[in-house]
């Protein structure tokens, strides 16, 4: 095997589409999702005869190609480890499916909704540091703050504080 193809299809945005500002809040979604300069216009669907009033008209392919070589081969032979796959992926080049979207909705042919439709975003949850105690994202493999080497035993999800809940009370 020499790579591996992913496609997926996302909505194009019709002529009829509404620009505007982007709020405060969209920036923020985007910058989250990994686009890395703010946006100047957001674009939205509209609707008209043309689109059937969805606002869509037609479909655009975003693409991830995995081209195999010896590294990303023996790491798949040793089992599932989906991380270290990634990553060898990443310094062999590869863009995924979610940067290409990014780049869409850049260029107003599509939406960030529609590309949070088709598109699974990857979502890290921070961990702790089993020596500092500080957050860490998932995706690095020594703490930044302390040095230390991760190590599944010691680093946990952060801790979350449980709320009480009000007993709903029938009379």
């Known amino acids: 095997m020499t790579g591996v193809l992913a496609q997926r299809l996302v909505r194009r945005l019709c002529t009829c589409r509404y620009s505007s500002p982007p709020t ?12 890395m300069e703010s946006p100047k216009i957001r674009h939205t669907p509209g ?14 392919g975003i693409y991830e190609l995995l081209m195999f070589n010896d590294p990303i081969r023996q790491v798949t032979r040793t089992g599932n480890q989906n991380d270290e796959i990634r990553t060898l992926a990443r310094q062999n080049g590869m ?12 260029d107003g042919l599509t939406t960030l909704e529609e590309l ?3 598109v699974r975003f990857a979502q890290l949850t921070p961990e702790t540091c089993g020596s500092c105690g500080k957050e860490v994202s998932a995706a690095f493999t020594f703490c930044p703050y302390c040095g230390k080497k991760k190590s599944a035993r010691e680093w946990e999800p952060p801790r979350k504080f449980r709320v ?3 007993e709903a009370v029938n009379k």
Not at 30 to 35: I, N, Q, S
Not at 47 to 60: A, K, N, Q, T
């Open 24 to 35: 405060q809040d969209y920036i923020n979604s985007v910058m989250m999702a990994g686009l």
């Open 164 to 166: 009480a809940r009000p």
């Open 47 to 60: 609707g008209c005869e043309e689109c059937d009033f969805s606002g869509y008209r037609s479909r655009i």
């Open 95 to 106: 863009r995924f499916m979610q940067e290409y979207g990014l780049e869409l909705i850049r």
């Open 116 to 118: 949070q439709r088709v």
